[in-house]
């Protein structure tokens, strides 16, 4: 079982970039998938979750209007669609896959996202 992210990289403030997480080893459709990113010196936060069938979504308040996440089972693939970025977006992030939309088990490797000012 593995969760693999893809899509960071150094944009500039008020660009855009979407992040993608392929999933592999479980049956993709039965979980719930979240991003979260982790600031240098900061905790580590929820950025958005999504139900198993995209019906539900949540965002945490810093990026509700910006940020959209969605999921294609499909593919197997969850994303995270980043609009209006600012330089406080800078962060490791990291997609997580769980049974529960407040639970997660399974996490991928992070992948950087740096907005410059």
């Known amino acids: 079982e593995q969760l693999v992210e893809s899509g960071g990289g150094l944009v500039q403030a008020g660009g855009s970039l979407r992040l993608s997480c392929a999933a592999s080893?479980?049956?993709?459709?039965?979980?719930?998938m979240g991003w979260f990113r982790q600031a240098p010196g900061k905790e580590r936060e929820v950025v958005a979750r999504i139900n198993w069938n995209g019906g539900s979504t949540i965002y945490v308040d810093s990026v509700k209007g910006r940020f959209t996440i969605s999921r294609d089972n499909a593919k197997n693939t969850v994303y995270l669609r980043m609009n209006s970025l600012k330089p406080e977006d800078t962060a490791v992030y990291y997609c997580?896959?769980?049974?529960?939309?407040?639970?997660?088990?399974?996490w991928g490797q992070g992948t950087q996202v740096t907005v410059s000012s």
């Open positions: 997580a896959a769980g049974r529960t939309l407040y639970n997660y088990d399974l």
């Open positions: 080893g479980r049956t993709f459709s039965s979980y719930v």
